[in-house]
């Protein structure tokens, strides 16, 4: 849990929208039922930090009724300002990623929301690992804090790839919970 300090800090004026994303890849159902306990503590939430508006998403909700990883494409793979402007796209996920930019974008520095934290799992023995932006300093500081307070975090990976080329939902931080597989709930 945050402390009262460290989330004033996190929660200057600039940031104040924040989006906890899950099933981004159908079959990975740890991201789906922290995403749904996080819902159900909606009120909780808003009066323990009132300066943040902390939504939650279920990104591919087609794939993980399915229990598949995507329908026709990989949704973490349909964020890159090309992708997104391809209006030639066949598929439920390069719908599905354009309906989500319009909820949470436009991609870049005027996007609505100020941060999103995409939950995923994987079958790699990669621990628990955060994975930021290397040029956001709010993200590092963020993954930093969580490392220091929560020890089983293992690693945290700088991603160094332009947020233009980046084809991943998240803006700022993913965070692998793992290994664990596929179809399976691991909460700890
Ligand atoms: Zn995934």
């Not at 909700?61 to 890159?80: E, G, I, Q, S, Y």
């Not at 621990?127 to 590092?140: R, S």
């Amino acid at each position: 849990m945050l402390s009262s300090l460290s989330v004033s800090a996190l929660a200057s004026p600039l940031i104040s929208r924040v989006v906890v994303s899950g099933g981004t890849h159908g079959n990975e159902y740890t991201g789906v039922y922290v995403v749904q306990r996080l819902g159900l503590q909606e009120q909780a939430l808003r009066d323990a930090y009132p300066t943040l508006n902390i939504e939650t998403l279920v990104a591919n909700p087609l794939a993980h009724k399915d229990n598949r990883r995507f329908v026709h494409a990989d949704l973490n793979r349909m964020f890159t300002v090309a992708e997104l402007a391809d209006i030639s796209g066949f598929g439920y996920e390069p719908n599905r990623a354009k309906a989500i930019q319009a909820e949470l974008g436009p991609k870049g520095p005027n996007a609505a929301a100020d941060m999103i934290v995409d939950l995923h799992t994987t079958t790699a023995n990669m621990g628990c690992t955060l994975i930021v932006d290397e040029w956001c300093p709010l993200a590092i500081h963020a993954a930093a804090y969580v490392a220091s307070r929560w020890n089983t975090v293992r690693y945290i990976y700088l991603y160094l790839d332009l947020l233009k080329t980046r084809p991943d939902l998240d803006a700022l931080q993913r965070q692998h919970v793992g290994p664990t597989a596929h179809k399976l709930c691991i909460a700890t």
